[in-house]
């Protein structure tokens, strides 16, 4: 499945962009679940059905539905306030509903950051009792928790080997891993080795070439093709 999420920051109705992809020729689109358009609590049950007819009338799926850190609540899972993470952990809840209610099968998960005067073991620990609830809820409605590495934007979850850590420490069956090519580009790694090193647990992945440009900007993305067809 190929999809497309036009910008970080909100800036279409999801209507408009539902019927623009579908005409360019994608077939699933990603979900940044950001206010105002894609904010879970905005959006009610008449919108969700309306939303699920429009992406059926379109031939057009959820590819996934991801937690906007800045886009609506803080959103650290591994934040040293209860509060908040008890609802970060709510508002994964409400990603996972929102992906359910439209057809969706995976959600993205952004594992945190350590804020000054806390452990990185302790943000670790937060993190993973988070996750764990999260796939439990998600379990029960068939969906697929990612673990991103996002080196760019937190300091807890950064290579490959972080996220794979962090889902085995999990022992979920739903959680698995994925990557963002920019945050692989940002770290000097090779994306070909993120292939082989997630294999059978990539579940999903954002093509973007260097600073967030479309792909084949200034990347040859031949060798990531070959890496994905050998696993």
């Known amino acids: 499945m190929y999809s497309s999420f036009p910008t970080w920051i909100p800036a279409y109705p999801i209507e408009y962009v539902i019927t623009r992809l579908a005409k360019i020729g994608y077939d699933g689109i990603e979900l940044g679940a950001a206010a105002p358009v894609a904010y879970p609590p905005y959006i009610t049950k008449e919108d969700r059905k309306r939303i699920s007819n429009l992406l059926k009338d379109n031939n057009i799926e959820i590819s996934s539905v991801l937690i906007c850190p800045g886009g609506a609540n803080g959103n650290n899972i591994a934040s040293p306030i209860e509060a908040e993470r008890k609802q970060t952990i709510q508002s994964y809840k409400d990603c996972i509903d929102l992906s359910h209610d439209l057809g969706g099968k995976l959600c993205g998960y952004v594992a ?18 988070g996750l764990i609830e999260i796939a439990k809820y998600a379990e029960a409605k068939g969906i697929t928790i990612s673990v991103e590495p996002t080196p760019t934007d937190s300091n807890l979850i950064e290579t490959a080997d972080d996220a794979l850590k962090l889902m085995r420490e999990t022992d979920m069956s739903n959680v698995k891993v994925m990557f963002d090519c920019m945050h692989v580009f940002y770290r000097g790694d090779m994306i070909t080795d993120y292939i082989e090193k997630m294999g059978s647990d990539l579940a999903y992945i954002h093509v973007t070439d260097l600073h967030r440009m479309p792909p084949g900007t200034s990347t040859d993305f031949t060798l990531m093709i070959d890496a994905l067809k050998a696993i």
């Open 112 to 129: 945190g950051w350590v804020i000054w005067g806390v452990e990185q073991d302790q943000a670790w620990e937060w993190s993973r009792e």
